[in-house]
């Protein structure tokens, strides 16, 4: 997958990027995300049964965190890929 989004695509990929979660202009926690995409789109890379809740709610912290508005959590352990867009507001 990077291999293909960084040679053929000509993607700028960023692996465990690190952000920083503030409160009130005070850091209370950093999250490493899987992928961002040219600075723009953040994808979260998971190997689990089912995507639940938790899911979903940490990528909106990713979001929420980047000033992004959406960004795909991917499904690696079905036996067809599942991808599940999430949407922050």
């Known amino acids: 997958m990077l291999l293909s989004l960084t040679c ?14 503030k409160y009130d202009e005070v850091e209370v926690g950093r999250h490493r ?3 961002i995409i040219d600075d723009t ?22 979001l929420k965190a980047l000033g992004k508005e959406h960004g795909p959590i991917i499904n690696f352990s079905k036996k ?9 507001k």
């Open 80 to 88: 067809v890929l599942e991808v599940k867009r999430v949407i922050h």
């Open 41 to 62: 789109i953040v994808i979260e890379l998971k190997a689990v049964k089912n995507i639940e809740d938790v899911h979903f709610a940490i990528v909106k912290s990713y």
């Open 8 to 21: 053929r695509k000509n993607l700028q990929v960023e692996r465990q990027g690190e952000v920083i979660i």
């Open 33 to 35: 995300l899987d992928l």
